[in-house]
């Protein structure tokens, strides 16, 4: 299927991009806001605040890991403003809404657990819901509707800066076949696969780490290494259990390596093409 161009609109609110944001697409019923926690007070002045809808809590958590709480109401504004109250702080919120409030109960209880189950996919930030939203029956009629609801808020969701919804089999799919994976296969055990993804590079589930590190390596490196595994991304056997995204392609190499690594040259195509090679379009 063809990918299209999209065309968004987007309203910053008093010139702050750090305050509220209106976002909506061409022939899509729906409106995304952008609405950070000291504008909330402001947000109640829309005619929509009320609106059923979903949205989504955005925060960091003591180990400044990102987080997400994924919700829904009938009425969202008050929704919003018992949030206040929560133990778990959070700094912005986005909110999804029609814009002639068809969504009614059961529609944003299925899209309430449909982003949960895409949140945990993802494994971009750790959600902060206590149960899985429980997924309501919807009318045959109705999923197509909602379908484009999903796909259409992930791409607004993704464009004001939040890629929590943006998971690694996503972007594979969007690229060519010889775009999609270098490796690593290296000292003490390291074998990693990986991908460049928008804002990184991900090492892929089944990677392993080498064992034992080597001793010249960067104590940061070991922290974030025993955080991988306190954390389960990476399991007692030094494999990665899920896909996990790093800063850079250093990084991910740094780590799959045991050592100090520059990933631009240690990760290659399976014809041993580097990823510097191939981003400067050498030949091999």
């Not at 609109?9 to 022939?27: A, V």
């Not at 909602?146 to 996503?170: A, H, P, Q």
């Not at 696969?193 to 589930?205: H, I, M, N, P, Y």
């Not at 089944?206 to 955080?227: H, Q, W």
């Amino acid at each position: 299927m063809k990918n299209f161009h999209k065309t968004i609109q987007m309203l910053i609110f008093d010139g702050n991009p750090n305050g509220r944001i209106l976002c909506e697409m061409s022939n899509w019923n729906g409106r995304v806001y952008k609405i950070s926690r000291s504008e909330l007070a402001k947000f109640s002045e829309r005619s929509d605040a009320e609106n059923t809808g979903i949205y989504f809590l955005f925060g960091k958590d003591e180990e400044n890991n990102d987080t997400i709480y994924i919700g829904e109401a009938e009425k969202i504004l008050t929704r919003l403003k018992q949030h206040l109250q929560d133990e778990n702080y959070w700094n912005d919120c986005i909110v999804v809404i029609s814009k002639d409030n068809l969504l009614n109960k059961a529609h944003v209880k299925y899209l309430e657990n449909q982003f949960y189950e895409i949140a945990i996919k993802a494994g971009r930030a750790k959600v902060l819901n206590a149960s899985i939203p429980t997924k309501s029956s919807v009318a045959e009629f109705d999923l197509a509707m909602l379908e484009e609801f999903i796909e259409t808020s992930r791409l607004l969701v993704n464009t004001l800066g939040y890629k929590v919804f943006d998971g690694v089999e996503e972007q594979l799919k969007a690229k060519h076949p010889d775009e999609r994976y270098f490796y690593i296969k290296a000292a003490r055990g390291a074998s990693g696969t990986g991908v460049g993804v928008s804002d990184g590079f991900a090492v892929l589930k089944g990677s392993v780490i080498a064992d034992p590190v080597s001793r010249s390596i960067s104590p940061s490196l070991v922290k974030l290494r025993e955080k991988l595994i306190a954390d389960q991304i990476i399991d007692d056997t030094h494999t990665f259990v899920k896909d996990h995204i790093f800063t850079s392609p250093s990084l991910a190499a740094a780590i799959v390596m045991g050592r100090n690594a520059n990933g631009r040259t240690e990760w290659k195509t399976q014809k041993g093409k580097s990823l510097k090679d191939f981003e400067e379009n050498k030949d091999s």
